[in-house]
């Protein structure tokens, strides 16, 4: 679908609000397209009120297909392209999937739900991660699979926007409307669940999460251990360090239960009994901001374009969503499954 552009000539300015991983994609693909860009975030630098800061960061959109729709495949599957390009220091390391014997039917059926896997044996899982030698007797391997670690990868992003002419303004807290009654200056609103005003059906997700660290295990990718109960992931970080996830409850404080910590500790030291004498470094969890359908949406109108509901797969998608949005500012092109007017 066509629609007319909003900024057919010269070179408008944009203004992004919000610094998490929307925003800071929107920001730096406009920055390299030419366009004068600010983006401004009510936190400080260190992002912690964000729920990018809480991710795990996987880039995982053939693992996602087994819970996800098939628009969450395809749009990542694009994005891998654009992490590669704009930042091709990101690992692909691809993902393991593993679970234990007793579980059989569900690993089973989270082989038949996704794609583009390789099965393993007890031997191929020990080629891959030395450190699970002898754990578990098959795995999935999902080759083309990456991962971030966003609490590095926020600041590099923020980097490359300064590098790009880019300017950001962190503990600046913006209203929408005064910054769109503006003329020749397009809003991109990247607020994440703080854009409640504007769309009141956006829910948060809690997803609860504990980093470990240890220097008894050694992994090169993301770990996803299949669970009927608790389905969780590994993520191996620099320093020793290691993220557990994560919960998906529909609540919206930011508490992390006591039953919740002991499932995520529970299941890794499955994954590997040298997660019992791991420290524990932080316990937390972030709001993942979701639509009633747990899809993204872009909606655009004449001055505005928001994007929001990026729910689990915000690192996973953003890229492509930044895409999206500058393919409508520059030539007006709507994509119908994710874009629509106000
Ligand atoms: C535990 C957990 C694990 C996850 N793991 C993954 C994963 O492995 N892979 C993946 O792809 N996704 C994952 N996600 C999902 C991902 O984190 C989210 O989809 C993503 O962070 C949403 O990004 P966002 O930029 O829309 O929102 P946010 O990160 O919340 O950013 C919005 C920003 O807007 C700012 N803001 C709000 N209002 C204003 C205002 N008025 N003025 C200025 N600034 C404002 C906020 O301060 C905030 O920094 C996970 C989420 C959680 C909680």
């Known amino acids: 679908m066509y ?3 909003i900024a057919p000539r010269g070179e408008p300015s944009v203004v992004v609000i919000g610094a998490g991983v929307a925003g800071s994609w929107q920001a730096l693909l406009f920055a390299r397209a030419g366009y004068r860009v600010t983006l401004l975030e009510r936190d400080t630098a260190e ?3 964000a729920t990018s800061h809480w991710a795990g960061g996987m880039l ?25 390009t704009y930042l091709p220091e990101t690992p692909f390391n691809g993902s393991l999937v593993v679970a234990h014997a007793r579980d059989r039917a569900d690993f089973e059926r989270f082989a038949r739900m996704t794609t583009d896997h390789r099965r393993l044996d007890a031997q191929g899982i020990a080629e891959l991660e030395p450190a699970l030698e002898g754990q578990f007797r098959e795995g999935l391997f999902f080759a083309g699979e990456g ?3 966003p609490r590095r990868v926020l600041p590099l992003l923020h980097e490359h926007l300064r590098a790009s002419g880019g300017i950001i303004r962190f503990e600046t807290e913006c209203d929408l409307e005064i910054l769109a009654q503006q003329p020749d200056r397009i809003v991109i609103d990247c607020r994440g669940l703080g854009a409640r005003d504007q769309h ?3 829910r948060g997700v809690k997803g609860e999460m504990v ?4 220097a008894e295990v050694e992994l090169a990718r993301p770990v996803r251990l299949i669970h009927p109960r608790w389905p969780i992931y590994v993520i191996p970080r620099e320093d020793n360090l290691f993220m557990i996830g994560a919960t998906s409850i529909e609540a919206e404080d930011t508490g992390v239960s006591v039953r919740s910590a002991l499932e995520l500790l529970s299941a890794a030291y499955t994954v590997h009994p040298a997660f019992g004498e791991a420290r524990i470094v932080e316990i937390g969890a972030g709001l993942r901001p979701a639509f009633p359908d747990n899809l993204p949406r872009i909606v655009v109108s004449k001055q505005k374009i928001s994007i929001n509901g990026l729910y689990r797969h915000g690192f996973l998608l953003a890229p492509a969503l930044a895409e999206m949005t500058l393919a409508y500012a520059q030539r007006g ?3 119908n499954e994710v874009m629509r007017s106000a």
């Open 3 to 5: 629609q007319e552009p």
């Open 47 to 49: 992002m912690t009120q």
């Open 60 to 84: 995982a959109p053939w693992c996602e297909a087994e819970a996800a729709e098939p628009l969450i495949t395809h749009l990542g599957n694009r994005a891998l392209d654009l992490w590669r």
């Open 147 to 149: 991962h971030v670690e």
């Open 200 to 202: 009141p059906e956006l």
């Open 211 to 214: 980093i470990v660290e240890t």
């Open 333 to 335: 092109f709507m994509h």
